[in-house]
């Protein structure tokens, strides 16, 4: 009688090649995950970011919406301290 070592389930080869068959898979959705982020990164506006220096110069919209009236001449002095007075505190 032949006694069969593996009792009919996987040898050493059959576990291998499931251990490199796994890693392979796991590296195709490691690569495709990193191509998804990449192309998402590339859609994304390049405005400036937070934490940047350019973004803090720049007012929010109320403020220079303001500012354009005043030099445009649409409002007064006092008119546009009391109205920037106004938006500065609501935020």
């Known amino acids: 009688m032949i006694h ?3 009792h009919g389930g996987m040898n050493g080869w059959g576990y291998g090649l499931a251990v490199l068959l796994l890693i392979a898979v796991l590296a195709g959705v490691a ?5 998804v982020y990449h192309q998402a990164a590339d859609r994304r506006p ?3 970011r937070a934490g940047d ?3 803090s110069e720049q007012r929010p919209a ?3 919406l303001l500012a354009e009236r005043y ?4 409002i007064e002095d006092e008119e546009y301290r009391r109205r920037l007075a106004v ?3 609501r935020e």
């Open 4 to 6: 069969q070592w593996h």
């Open 31 to 35: 690569l495709l995950a990193v191509l």
């Open 46 to 48: 390049a405005g400036p």
């Open 53 to 55: 220096p350019e973004a």
């Open 62 to 64: 109320p403020e220079r």
């Open 71 to 74: 030099a445009l001449g649409e």
């Open 87 to 89: 938006l500065r505190h």
